[in-house]
């Protein structure tokens, strides 16, 4: 059973930094796509970034004070967010692709979600 497992979100203050840690188990998705995305409350789930292999793409949003990377070996992946705004309060979510893409419908795995707070 393929699982994605999110950790490492919580409060943190504007201007803060926080790291979001997937790991992933049931199989390895080392040559796939990993994303991540987010949803803020009342709005739509949104692409915030995407790995694959050493090939990275944001969202405008975030472009800058967020790093994704991923440790093929732990089967991992992870968002460094710096900077951190109130407008970036949202569940964020893990989620794993079979091809490069920031669409949401490219993404047949997705983990449960993991709330982050930015409190100005």
């Known amino acids: 059973q393929v699982q994605l497992v999110e950790s490492g979100g919580g409060l943190v203050q504007a201007g803060g930094p926080l790291i979001l840690s997937c790991a992933a188990s049931g199989r390895t998705f080392t040559n796939w796509a990993m994303g991540w995305f987010r949803q803020a409350p009342g709005k739509e789930r949104e692409f915030v970034a995407t790995i694959r292999l050493r090939s990275t793409r944001y969202a405008d949003s975030v472009e800058g004070r967020f790093t994704i990377s991923r440790d093929s070996a732990k089967n991992a992946v992870y968002l460094q967010m710096y900077s951190l705004k109130p407008a970036d309060t949202a569940v964020y979510y893990c989620?794993?692709?079979?091809?490069?893409?920031?669409?949401?419908?490219?993404?047949?795995?997705w983990g449960q979600g993991t709330q982050v707070t930015v409190s100005s």
């Open positions: 989620a794993a692709s079979s091809v490069s893409s920031s669409l949401q419908g490219d993404y047949g795995y």
